[in-house]
């Protein structure tokens, strides 16, 4: 059994030299001599307390911008349990409406991702979720309808796919998905 290095008595499963006793006492010193009144972060009611802590809440009609860490596309990052975060607009769903249904997303009306607002969210499927982006001129894809007809064609006539990759600037493997129908599956093939 391992002692404490300040009061020699056995020390709990800490991986401290100190006991818990003997920490606590120090970190208690410290912030003394150090002015500070709290020796930890203050502890909320409950999680959806801490959450809206985060969170710029205005009228029903404005978006509720989520305050703390975002990603790189601009969606609020919440963290719960160690190491677990989610997007703070899903979070704001199952506090306000309950758990979110298996194969649903959490969709913005507002187009403003780091929304919290609940008025602002509504549930939909992963086809809505393309259709919203879709008819909100929000689609990243690079390539065109015709463009995919056009790479299909080009492979049927026997093009080489790094050749049709390279012609279109995407990577041979988006070349490869397109003409093995996992990407562009419902574009109907030639």
């Known amino acids: 059994m391992k002692l404490c290095s300040k009061c020699k008595l056995p020390k709990d499963g800490t991986n401290r030299s100190w006991c818990k006793k003997c920490f606590a006492q120090y970190v208690k010193d410290r912030n003394h001599r150090l002015g500070v009144n709290k020796t930890f972060a203050p502890i ?17 009609e404005e978006c ?11 969606y609020g990052t919440f963290g719960i349990g160690r190491g677990k975060s989610f997007r703070a607009h899903r979070v704001c769903w199952e506090i306000t409406n309950g758990k979110i249904p298996l194969g649903k997303h959490v969709l913005h009306k507002c ?12 549930l939909g499927t992963n086809s809505d979720n393309v ?3 879709v008819l909100k001129n929000r689609q990243t894809s690079k390539l065109t ?11 049927n006539d026997g093009e080489r796919s790094f050749v049709i990759a390279q012609r279109f600037q995407i990577s041979p493997q988006t070349v490869c998905d397109i003409l093995k129908g996992r990407r562009w599956k419902h574009l109907k093939k030639p």
Do not use: Q
């Open 111 to 122: 187009d403003n991702p780091s929304c919290c607002n609940p008025e602002h969210l509504f």
């Open 145 to 155: 309808p015709e463009m995919v007809r056009e790479i299909r064609m080009l492979s």
């Open 64 to 74: 509720w911008e989520f305050l703390a860490s975002r990603d790189k596309a601009g």
């Open 44 to 60: 909320y009611e409950s999680l959806e307390h801490r959450f809206w802590s985060k969170v710029k809440r205005g009228t029903l």
């Open 131 to 133: 259709r919203d982006k």
